[in-house]
């Protein structure tokens, strides 16, 4: 049988279609091979290392404050490279940062827990450093290719849509299985379960060699994933028309920072996501404490994580439908308000027995991931809006430091959100030289209280950047996308 012949665009190139979504969604996959270790970093150090609650916050914060410098950094490199690549820029600098991401999310899980604070504190900051950098010239552009791959915003939306795909299918993995791997259910001589005799629960151990082996799978199935990417998908935008500077003057860092803040899309995407990492993912280390201290089932925490997110799912087969009818600003505000319900309902569990206080705990988080459907599918495709926004508005087109700069403040969030969570733990009676067996029934119930009241900051959070900063509604993107095109011809 013979194969069907390959449908050209206008512009010569293969038309868009499942080959470039599934492609794009890949490399999200590949970044979460390696970013899905994130929430394991403060557990690992926490709990295996023993490192001290406010050491490490410092350290993280430390670490996290030179990763979102790193970014802009890294994107106004991209936007001022001019050299011919036989892969093409983007892909070119994508596979120099995934082949450094084979080895680099391993280097941050060395499993030395009798070495000298001092020791300690070098192998964090080095091991990070090094795995940061190739993590931020892999994801960089990655994220700033969206932009090039269509020009055609409904197909952007598509992209976002399959990037949230890759991301959460690339989370869930490791989420789900890395827990079962790493942690053990102990029990005595006689096959009985070793039981804290504070909280009742049974005592877990966290396998730290464990974590460094998994660690180095996860880099190669990453590393996979990017090379599927690099060769399926098209680049249907010049690649030169990303631009820092139309005039030939040098970037300017500071006007960059000043022109971003003047971005009203970029800043209400970027408090949206800032809000999401700052409450949603600095939970993660105080939701494994909470599991182990409080249920005894630090295990299974990542099955239950990702039951509660499932719902996401729902909404991707109908997303550019929901997203012509009612546009990506206005479905992203619904959503938003109902994971305001899921934060609140989340409040309720732990006032409640503990016989059903894990499934109370689900049920808000059901209704929160419900809520956070429509934008995790259009949160990217927001940014690439704010992009194009910035031309509209300035006459440039930044696609590597409008991004980055987003970038910037994710990471920043990123950073000062597990680094404050970590006070809180300790502040909330958190002893690290206890490890999870030692800890106080008061201690395991304060977190209860913590992880709640995280998941809805983070709603909050996502409210106001949507729905009070983001200024692009479905009548302005018609308005706005009308005068680009306009400008091009």
Not at 3 to 10: E, M
Request: hydrophobic share 50%.
């Amino acid at each position: 049988m013979a194969k069907k012949p390959v449908q050209l665009d206008a512009k010569g190139y293969r038309k868009f279609g499942m080959r470039d979504k599934v492609a794009y969604a890949a490399g999200d996959f590949g970044c979460n091979m390696s970013f899905a270790l994130k929430g394991t970093v403060q557990t690992f150090w926490l709990v295996f290392m023993m490192m001290e609650t406010g050491l490490l916050s410092g350290l993280l914060l430390l670490v996290q404050i030179w990763d979102a410098v790193n970014d802009p950094l890294i994107g106004a490199l991209i936007d001022s490279d001019r050299r011919k690549y036989k892969m093409g820029k983007f892909k070119t600098y994508i596979f120099i940062g995934a082949c450094g991401l084979l080895v680099a999310g391993a280097a941050v899980f060395l499993p030395f827990p009798n070495a000298p604070t001092v020791v300690k504190a070098i192998l964090f900051i080095l091991g990070y450093i090094v795995w940061d950098a190739c993590y931020t010239v892999a994801n960089v552009p990655y994220g700033s290719m969206l932009s090039l791959v269509t020009e055609d915003p409904g197909e952007r939306a598509q992209l976002s849509t399959w990037r949230s795909v890759g991301s959460m299918v690339g989370g869930m993995i490791p989420g789900m299985i890395l827990p079962m791997l790493i942690w053990r259910k102990e029990v005595d001589a006689n096959g009985k379960p070793v039981l804290n005799p504070e909280t009742g629960v049974q005592v877990e151990t966290l396998l730290g060699e464990r974590v460094f082996w998994v660690a180095l799978l996860m880099g190669v199935l990453g590393f996979i994933a990017f090379l599927f990417m690099i060769k399926t998908i098209t680049i249907r935008v010049d690649e030169n028309s990303v631009k820092t500077n139309e005039a030939g003057e040098k970037f300017n860092v500071f006007s960059a920072f000043g022109n971003f803040l003047k971005n009203r899309p970029a800043v209400g995407a970027t408090i949206a996501a800032m809000g999401m990492f700052l409450g949603m993912q600095s939970a993660t280390t105080a939701n494994t404490i909470m599991f182990a201290t409080y249920f005894g089932k630090a295990s299974l925490s990542g099955v239950v994580m990702m039951i509660g997110f499932l719902p996401m799912f729902l909404f991707m087969p109908f997303i550019k439908n929901i997203v012509s009818k009612y546009g990506k600003k206005e479905a992203s505000v619904a959503g938003t308000l109902v994971s305001l319900v899921g934060g609140l309902v989340m409040l309720v569990f732990p006032m409640v027995p503990k016989s059903i206080a894990l499934i109370v705990y689900m049920a808000g988080l059901v209704i929160f991931g419900l809520g956070m459907g429509v934008y995790t599918c259009v949160s990217w495709a927001l940014m690439a809006d704010a992009i194009d926004y910035n031309e509209w508005k300035t006459g440039k087109r930044e696609e590597g430091t409008v991004y980055s700069l987003h970038s910037f403040f994710r990471k920043l969030a990123q950073g000062v959100g597990p680094s404050a969570v970590l006070l809180l733990m300790g502040a909330l009676g958190y002893v690290s030289k206890l490890g999870t067996e030692g800890q106080s029934a008061q201690t395991a119930y304060n977190m209860c209280w913590l992880v709640a009241g995280l998941y809805l900051f983070s709603a909050v959070l996502q409210f106001i950047g949507i729905a009070l900063v983001y200024n692009l509604d479905k009548k302005t993107m018609e308005k706005m996308n009308a005068e680009l095109a306009a400008r091009k011809k």
